[in-house]
């Protein structure tokens, strides 16, 4: 597609519920990003793909936190056993190259009751 | 410490003024990007503009100009005769390790007719 699409876009998630959030990059990009965007504040990194190697998984917040990219393309980030403090709009970029100029989808907004 | 500080939280203009939101950023590493994104209330992070470190040219783009100095850490953005339609969160990004993106808290700019 014409850019990064994140569904749902919107998801409300009783306490200890898993969730699952998907992220279509941009066809062709090898990097794709995980971010985590608590109200009032600015993004936070979570996790790294390149292709379909996890590069970097170091912001991911607890063990409760997974992320798979199994083809290289769509990616999956899982969240089991949700809490209240994991309600925030979660953010997926993809990039063409290292150190290029990311493309962000729209985000997921998990609320979690 | 790899750090963006945001030290204006919210600023506001009234329409046809000039504004300049202020980026300071730490980081060890000799090689290093900053970039600006734009949120509008849709959520999407929107590029602006991407710099390298090892060049220090200033950049206009349209009534957008970037003026960035390695002596003082510092990646500022100014909109020139500023418009209703620039309200929005603009956010300063550092990317460092080719892959490890740290950005600031934000500052809110809210244009007034």
């Known amino acids: 597609g014409a850019g990064v699409s994140q569904s749902p876009r919107y998801k409300v998630a009783k306490r200890g519920q898993d969730v699952a959030l998907r992220c279509d990059p941009i066809?062709?990009?090898?990097?794709l990003f995980w971010y985590q965007q608590a109200l009032g504040q600015g993004p936070e990194f979570l996790t790294y793909f390149q292709n379909e190697a996890q590069l970097d998984k170091s912001g991911l917040p607890s063990d409760r936190f997974f992320a798979e990219r199994p083809e290289g393309s769509v990616s999956t980030l899982k969240i089991q056993r949700t809490q209240q403090e994991d309600s925030a709009v979660y953010l997926c970029a993809s990039s063409p190259r290292i150190a290029g100029g990311y493309t962000f989808g729209s985000g997921t907004r998990l609320t979690v009751v | 410490a790899q750090k963006v500080t945001q030290a204006q939280t919210e600023i506001s203009v009234v329409e046809k003024e000039d504004v300049t939101l202020d980026c300071v950023y730490e980081?060890?590493?000799?090689?290093?990007?900053l970039f600006w994104y734009k949120q509008p209330p849709s959520g999407e992070l929107v590029f602006l503009i991407r710099r390298n470190s090892f060049d220090e040219q200033n950049e206009i783009s349209g009534r957008y100009s970037w003026n960035f100095q390695k002596s003082t850490s510092s990646f500022n953005f100014t909109i020139t005769a500023s418009q209703v339609v620039d309200s929005a969160v603009y956010f300063c990004?550092?990317?460092?390790?080719?892959?490890?993106?740290?950005f600031g808290a934000g500052t809110r700019l809210t244009v007034k007719p």
């Open positions: 980081t060890r590493d000799t090689t290093y990007y």
């Open positions: 066809s062709g990009h090898v990097s």
């Open positions: 990004a550092l990317l460092y390790n080719n892959n490890d993106m740290r």
